[in-house]
Every structure is written in C-alpha cells, then in structure tokens.
C-alpha cells in the first residue's frame, strides 16, 4: 500500500522558485554581514536539554521539541510517573536533547565553550533554522530561520551604531523601506527610578504606546487603575507627551531624569549614537521610541526594532545590548549587542511588494534541444564551452517531442533555447531561439556566449 | 551555578575558520550543480515517522531520531506496554515525527507531494543536514551534510553522462585527484542469472573484491566455501579474472553474457555512457568495476563511486540509478539517477591535502585601528567607502591599546590596517599597514581601495 505523502505541520518544503527567493534573501544579508568583519559560525541542531531547559520561560520549556533518547530509552524511566502517565516527570528521563528554540542561547553556549579559541571581541553571524512546538498558523511556523548578527566583548557603542549600518544596508539592499526604532533600557529604569516604580515599567509602556489612539486622559486613567500613585502619574506627563526630533526629546528626558545617574546615562548613550549616525551617511531613519521594551529583563541598554513601512506586519528584524548573556554558562562580564533578521517576515514583504529582481529567481539561462543521440553529442561538445563561459546551461535529457521540450524550457524560464540538428552540425553551428521574442539566429558557440553571457 | 556547557556526542560547532572551510566546499559544488541546470530544494528536518520507517531496514529504523509529541504525551499510550517499560512498543504511541536521516527519502516524499507543481525531468539538488543516532567515531557523526544532486522522470544515459562530468568539475574545482569507479546493476544480474545463483551476488563481488590481495586460488575457495556449486565458479572464471581496458572488460563481459539479455542492456548501457565521455572532455579516469556493489536492492542501473586518489579513506561521493523510489509514496514508474557528495568526508581530505585556497578562509582584508571617538568618526566615513567598494572592513570598536587591537588583526588574518590620528585627519589621509611586510603608506580612501580591492 502507498502511503499518502505529507510533512508535519507547521513545517513546508521549499521549492526552485521559493529557493531562488530564500537564497537571495541570505546572499544579500550575508554579504553585509562579512562587509562589516562578522564571520559565520554554525551550531548543531540538537543541544542538551540542560543547555536549552529554564532559559525561554516555563512556556518556551513547554515549546521545545525533544528529542527520545536511543535504544530502551524506558529503562531509565521512573516506573512510578509511567504508571501515573506523568508526561512531565517523564520527558527528563527519556530525552536528553531538545532542538535549537532560537540562536541566542546555542550563540552564548558556543562563546563560553570556546572562549579560549575566540578573538574578542568576537563578531559572528548564524543563519539555521530553530525549531518551536508552536501553534501553527498564518506567518508562525514550527521550524524557520534566524539570522542573528551579534558583537560580544566590546562595551564600545560603535558597535550599536555599526548594527544600524547594517540595517540601512540590508534593507536597502532589498529595497523594503524601514523604520528604525530604538530605545534604550537604562532610560527606562531611570523612568521607574524616579518615580519609584520599578516593577511597573511594562504596565507604563505598554500605556504610553496608547497615546495615540485613546489620548492623554485614557492614557492617564490606565496608569492609575494599573496601580501607579497620582503623583507618579503626574511625573510622568513630560514623558508620556514626549515629542519632537530625537534630539528635543533627549533634551527634555535630561531634564526629567536628573536625579536617575542610570537614566542618564541612558540618554547619553542614545546621543552618542544619535551623534555618530549624523556623521556618516545612514538615510534610514532611526527614531527614538521610549514604548520600546521588547525582551525587558534581557536587555541593559540599547533596544532596536526595524518595521516595515509599506505593508502590515509586525517587527521584521530586532535585538538590543546584554550585559550578561553568557553568565548562565560560567563566563561572566562579557557584553554584547546584535540583532536579528526575521527572514520569514522578509520573505512575506518581499513576496507581497514583488521586491525580487527578476534574475535572481532563474537559473538555467540555456537549454539544448535534444534531437536524438547523434545531435546530443554535438550539443554536449558545445553545452561544455557554454558552461566553461560561465553560464548555467542544459541540454533536455531526452529526445523527446519538440512540445513537451519547449513547454519544459517554458516552465523553467530559460531565456535561450540552442537547436543543433543535421544543418546546424554540418555547418558547425547552432540556432539560437530567443525565447521572449522568439527571434532565431544561426550562430557559433562563440557567438552565442556573447550574446547570452 | 552556572553549566558547564556542552553539545550532545557527535555533535560539533563550526567555527569561523571552519565555516569558511566548508563553505568554501559547499559554494564550489553549488555553482557547478547549477551550470548543469539542477536547482535547490529544501525538506523540513523533522518528517512523519510514517515516512522514514521501514525504508532504511531495522537496523535504520533504530538509528532514527525521534521527537517526542509535545503535550501529554503519554496520555495516548499503551498502560500495560509503560508498565512493562517496552520501548520499542511505546515509541511510535510517542512518537510522530523524525529527523531526516538522508535526502533520498524525503526528495522522494516531495516528488509525490509536489508531482502536480514539479515539470518533469525534475533536476534537483539539496543540500542539507541529517542525523542518524550512530556510535560516533573518527570521522562519523550524528549530524553531518549531504549534497545530493539527482533528476528524476528521465530514462536517458546523458544524465549518467553529465552526473559523471559534474564529479569531474567538482573535484577539479577542489584540486582532488579522484577516480570514479563504475558499474551496472543489470550486468550483476546478468552474472546471476547465467550462473543460476541470484541470490549470492553479494557474496560474489565480495570475494572478487579480494582478488588483488588474496590471489585467484582463495576467491574461488571463498566462493565455494559460501556455497556456490563448482559449476558456477568456474563459469565465473573470467569475471573474476576480468582487466584491461574498459573496452576490454566489456567485451569480455557480451561473450560470458550473452545468454542474458538483462546482462547484455547492462554492457550496452555502459558501452553507449563510454562512447558519450569520449567525446567529451572529461579528463577524470572512469573505470568498470564489476566489485562494485552498493545498496544493491535499490539501484537498478549505473551504479557510482568516487574515490580520493592521494588519501585513504573510503568513498566521497556515490550513488546510481533507481527505477522506483517513489513507489513506496504512490507514484510508479519514475525512473531517476543521482549521486550524493559527501561534504564531511570531503572535508577530511582537503584539511588534510591543504587544499583550501587562502583566501578562501579569510574574510576582512582591512582593519581600521580606534584611537577614540573622534578619531573613530573620521574612520567610520572612510570604512563606508571601502565596504561601498565591496571589501570587507572593520573599525576596531573599543579605543583600547595598540597591541591588543593589531593582535586581534592578526588572530583575524586581517591583511591590511588602516591608521587615523591627529595626522592623518589634518591631511584627510590614512597610514596604511601592509600586515605581511610590515610597509607603511600614508594614502587617500580611494588610494587604499586600489590598492587592496
């Protein structure tokens, strides 16, 4: 009996067509990411649930696929929770691996393991896939792809200033016009210093980013019913009417976070980077956005969020500093900054605004007619200098109908089609077929190659 | 307490330096796969179990990884198989999906799934992780890549043709002597058929594998000894002693064959895929080699083997044609050919050969050292013309001491380093270091850019 074919949810098989598109969308990342000096690394897909278990949150731990154990992987198994049927008990006990969740916590394990072979400060960029046990839907997938471009062992914030470089770089690269939006955590914390109310911080934001739609008042009614003193409140009305450039902002947080030596800190932090984007040519523009908080615990100063602004969706690229990543794993005091590429949401925008240059999504630029064993031959000799050229070329394996030939060339989307029978064999030469214009010319392969190449 | 961290057995992380390695490897095998006109697919790591049981014999099927369903997850198995700790039994009640333990599989899946959207004949590559719960050892790990370039849905010889010219290009990008050995699954049943012994060819060409290292005398022992009649031994006298040419061997091989006619398709098959290589320049040596065996039950035609010349270690890349691997999933009668490189085992030979071109391993040629903010700010906009001139450069991010920074361009194998102090700026120059000769220039942006791009 043959089985119906079909893959788990949440997952998908990449086509041709969808390759081409991913593959450019990596190419282009990737060569920025070396055009600023970061190099690739690589981790396995399967880390110890020791590395992966408490680091995500007790819903993540829930997320991650485990992995059963080899061979009587019961035997370990604790009769009692099997009796019971105690999936949570367990899951430790039968699996010792977990898939990758995300790329940060393999990125700090690999740093601490290797940290007597690194150079830091040490700058590397992963592109894999990661895997979560989420509900599948619209746009959330069960395995998709990170890249994560981070900075470890460096306090300078050149390397905040050089992460938007790459931002405006890749994002003109793709032609999606962005937003930049940037935050810094230690302003936030100066906010909840003064008005001391630290453990209200994401009630505030959350808050703030209402300004808009529902207006100062309602704004204000949700802090106190959050649980925020009126005075608090009151304290916070220059920043939750915050306005103006980067620069008139800053300056008004100056003056509201004197008496916080964090939050100020944080707005000079911000001006220094504001400064450094002046003097060189980034045109993307970067906005200061205090109901910036993605990853609050996570995050010590800077955080980043680039939208897209011509089509709906949510952050398509984000990250921030961390003054402690690799601490969990025995290395304390390193710090670092990095962000990361979501590259399913830019597929989707690219897809939906129709960004790919039409070059990149074919391959084969010239296919041979096959005629039968004889004209086969004399198309190989040539399909050799052909591809010798540089060029993507094939010859129809078959000696099969003219149509069905033709209609192959047509669906794979080749340019050129190169005819060799009787005729063109004698005279050495082939019949070059224009497949957009359906002009045909009677050519050397020499001849060919310069037209096409 | 902090973890000491670790990554599962057979398991390994790349890091920078063997990335570039393998990426070097992967892009050289991309780029020719895709002047033959083969484009890239990508499969889900994880697959239904349904799909990967029992195509891989029992000995496979144990070596699966599993993933354990999320939830509760023992909600739905058997109490009496718990009870009694049967793993075997408890396993596919919790356990749905797999990792992928080769391409083959699952490319045949996408065939089926996708036979509406694919244009026959489907040339494809993929090149991706699997992982298979081997005992590691020197050389063999539990995730490792294989580059896997087949075409399906064409019964042609000049697809075994031009498989044979891309290992031919292949390993010459890669400047590795191999040899490709050769042979023809119809002419092993011919040999069967004319000896009446079918069922022994396996312990056949295992015995005349032996031949050069234990002389004619103990073959045949060796063959009687695993009970094939006298009779049949001696009509394989001339296979066993079968040399010369590959003309040669064939033409020996229609006489010993010629009451076959399954044996005689073979030699002809084989005769028609010489006569095409002869008149194309492949330069690499391709010999019959009647020993040659691998996974029988599934070829049905050529069958492929690459061999390192200047190494030992075992095969590189191997593969042949099948006439029914998407059978198993409801589609019949597609005939495919494929072989498969194998990129760890290529690796091994390169690092060991040295054969990585230099430049291949390094990516930033040129470091601008940080003598502090202002200085850095003058860098900044000179690293923007010479990344806009695609060379790979970075500004050192920290103002820390000279020695430490030119040890972190020399760790980098950074060939260039580019100075801007108080000088410098004055006259809107750099000082550039030539890093292997110790040569100091003092130039413009667009003086460094000639020199070094």
Redesign the interface.
Known sequence: M???????KG??????VE??KR?YIFDSIKAIF????Y??????????L??LMGKYGEEGD??L????N??????K?D?DA??E???IK??TQ????G?RYDLTVPFA??V???QN?I?F?F??YQMQ?V?R?DRPQKGRY??FYQCDVD?VG???L??E??LI?IVDDVYKALKINVLVKMNNRKILSGIADIIGQADKIVDITVAIDKLDKIGIQKVNDELIQKGLPREAVDKLQPIINLSGTNQQKLDTLKTVLKASETGLKGVAEME?VFS?LQ???VTTKVELDLTLARGLNYYTGAIFEVKALDMEIGSITGGGRYDDLT????LRNVSGVGISFGADRIYDVMNQLDLYPKESIV??RL?FV?FGQRE??YS??AL?KV?NA??????????AKMGKQM??AN??EIAFVAMAGENEIQQGKLTLKNMHSGEQQLLSVEEVINIIG
Request: aromatic share 8%; net charge positive.
């Open positions: 043959a089985q119906k074919p079909a893959i788990p997952t998908r098989d990449f086509t041709p390759m081409a593959n070396l055009k600023y000096g190099q690739p690394i690589e981790t396995p897909a399967m880390e110890n020791s590395t829930k997320l696929f485990k992995i059963l080899s061979g009587d992987f019961l035997a198994a009769i099997l009796k049927k105690n999936s367990t899951t039968i699996a010792d691996k898939l394990r690999f601490v393991q290797h072979n150079t400060p700058k590397r896939p895997w046990a069960r395995e900075v460096s306090n300078s050149i390397n200033v050089e470089q220094t450094y003097n060189i040519n601490g969990v794993f025995g391959s084969t296919m096959n086969a031959m190989l000799q050799q591809r540089g060029i993507n070329a094939e010859l129809y394996p078959d000696a209609n192959y669906k794979k």
